[in-house]
């Protein structure tokens, strides 16, 4: 089948034999996970510290425009980019336009917090990467599933098994990065005294390096019997399953974990993180994010053996909607000194290991959720729909706390967190009911 041909049509690179062919596609494979996740731990480390380093309002501002923009980015820009450039070439648009918005930021740091220089070299950033972080997440699922096409291909393995293999290892190069480097930077800003917009700077410079890594990798595409897919039919792949209500019942756990994220990243981190740590508490936001990737990292293995084990994916998400529940729970409590967790001390760090222990079940068991729903033809636009409810969700978040509206923000968390669960054992009825009319009419 492949000893025959010379060269990949798909990518123009040189067939030698099956299984050298199966090994440069997994070597292909894995510069894209390293190169991704070291790309995007680059970016999360500044968001994180928006709220703290740029002020509450100006921090809050900057994740709310990153967040809007990527929300219509991945709806229309993100699909139309991977068809007319590729998937290696779409993300590689959404690295430059990452790499970007870390050196905004650094510039942004470098000026008085509220000025006008801070204003607009924070705001211009965030565009530019809600921009391209559209097209990063969908071109790198596209460039996913194409190169664990190829390996299935060049190597005799079911697809199924490569993509259960290869998606537990991007898990980890994903998450353990932008562990590792949240936990450089509180090391270079606590320990070695560096400026906070030297730091930012120096993670631009990662991030530029993953992509120019990238760009020297091999350019798998999907396998397709299609000449040139419609444009305006991949643009509309997301908007079309809008008419499905069953897409808007599983949300629960997007909607919950992105008001999660800006209740934490903004409402903790700008109003009680400091005077539970002390003056420098904010410091320590490196660690405190590095604690959240690794919680969700160990995590989500637990899950994934949980609904293995139990045959449902439900208990799994009862644990995370709880975990998320929580979060606005403990924040309102007073005891032990009337301080709320402004007297935590070390103990304010509950709020990121259940944040940490949230974004588990978010990571794993709730994208596997939208692929049962959606199998498929239907899966491109399911996942740009998850994409776009999660991003929307922490938009609206970081816009009410911009405008100090912490309590509403506390209270629509809330409400998600409650409506999770009974929200999708609906959608599962409606499933099963839905199957079963197929049945009985089937011949």
């Known amino acids: ?4 041909r010379n060269v990949d049509d798909a ?14 596609w997994r070597r292909s494979f894995y510069v894209m ?7 995007h731990a680059a970016v999360t480390t500044p968001i994180a510290y928006a709220s703290s380093l740029l002020g509450a309002d100006l921090g809050q501002a900057s994740n709310a425009t990153l967040y809007v923009v990527c929300m219509m980015s991945s709806l229309f820009l993100g699909p139309l980019s991977s068809n007319m450039f590729g998937p290696k070439w779409g993300l590689c648009f959404g690295m430059f336009c990452y790499i970007i918005y870390v050196a905004c930021f650094a510039i942004a740091t470098s000026f008085e917090t509220d000025s006008l220089g801070a204003w607009y070299s924070a705001i211009g950033g965030s565009l530019i990467g809600g ?13 996913f599933a194409a190169l664990c096409g190829r390996i299935a291909d060049t190597s005799s393995t079911p697809l199924d098994a490569v993509t259960s293999e290869l998606s537990s290892v991007f898990a980890i190069f994903y998450l353990g990065q932008e562990c590792i480097l949240k936990v450089l930077f509180t090391v270079m800003q606590k320990y070695a005294k560096l400026p906070d917009s030297v730091g930012f700077l120096f993670y631009a410079a990662l991030a530029l390096s993953a992509m120019v890594c990238l760009a020297f990798s091999g350019d798998a595409r999907p396998i397709t ?7 305006c039919a991949k643009a509309s792949s997301a908007v079309v399953l809008w008419g499905d209500h069953k897409l808007w019942l599983i949300a629960g756990l997007n909607l919950s974990f992105g008001f999660s994220a800006s209740y934490v990243n903004g409402y903790i981190n700008s109003t009680w993180l400091d005077e539970a740590l002390g003056a420098d ?16 990292t160990i995590s989500s293995v637990l899950y994934g053996m949980m609904s293995k084990a139990l045959g449902s994916k439900v208990p799994a998400v009862f644990v995370g909607s709880g975990c998320f529940l929580g979060i606005v729970a403990l924040s309102f409590v007073q005891a032990p000194n ?5 007297g935590w001390g070390w103990g304010i760090v509950v709020f990121y290991v259940l ?11 709730n994208k596997g959720i939208f692929a049962d729903f959606f199998p498929g033809q239907n899966a491109m636009g399911a996942f740009a729909n998850c994409m776009m409810q999660n991003t929307a969700a922490s938009s609206v978040g970081f816009l009410l706390g911009a405008t100090s509206r912490f309590r509403a923000e506390a209270l629509v968390l809330l409400g998600c967190s409650i409506l999770t669960v009974p929200c999708l054992l609906l959608a599962n009825m409606q499933r099963s009911n839905a199957e079963f009319v197929v049945k009985l009419e089937s011949p």
């Open 281 to 296: 508490g904010s410091d320590f936001i490196g660690f405190l994010g590095a604690i959240v990737c690794l919680i969700a």
């Open 338 to 342: 009337g301080k709320g967790p402004a």
């Open 355 to 365: 944040h940490g222990l949230g974004r588990g079940v978010y990571e794993s068991t």
């Open 11 to 24: 990518s123009s690179q040189p067939l030698l034999s099956a299984e050298a062919t199966s090994g440069y």
């Open 1 to 4: 089948m492949l000893a025959g």
């Open 225 to 231: 019997s299609q000449q040139r897919p419609s444009l």
């Open 131 to 143: 921009i391209g972080a559209g097209s990063l997440w969908t071109c790198q699922g596209a460039l």
């Open 33 to 39: 996970c390293f190169t991704f996740g070291l790309n």
